[in-house]
């Protein structure tokens, strides 16, 4: 789900492109988060907690925790809610900690 129209903000899309989400491909719009890209397209839950693994969403939105924390082309800990989407990225579930290359 996507705001279409707000009253004071002025929302303008940019052009679509499509990434990969767990082998899936995602629509999205450049300008957009990886973040805002995948509530958009239905994804809620974004990782699991560290020890009970509980599921974990969009919470800040500005970087400060690390609960958005996904794997993005091949790189470990990549916080989605400020990392734009680009064409052709490759995101994925990021299981525990995640590895340091």
Do not use: W
């Not at 699991?48 to 690390?66: D, E, Q, V, W």
């Amino acid at each position: 789900m996507r705001i279409q129209n707000h009253p004071i903000l002025n929302f303008e899309k940019g052009e679509e492109i499509k990434f990969y989400f767990d082998g899936k491909q995602i629509s999205a719009f450049k300008g957009e988060t990886i973040a805002a890209a995948l509530h958009a397209a239905g994804v809620k839950v974004l990782g699991k907690s560290l020890f009970k693994h509980r599921p974990r969403g969009f919470y800040c939105a500005i970087g400060n925790c690390s609960a958005c924390s996904m794997v993005v082309n091949g790189e470990a800990n990549v916080r989605t809610c400020v990392t734009m989407v680009q064409e052709g990225m490759i995101v994925e579930t990021q299981k525990g900690k995640g590895e340091i290359l």
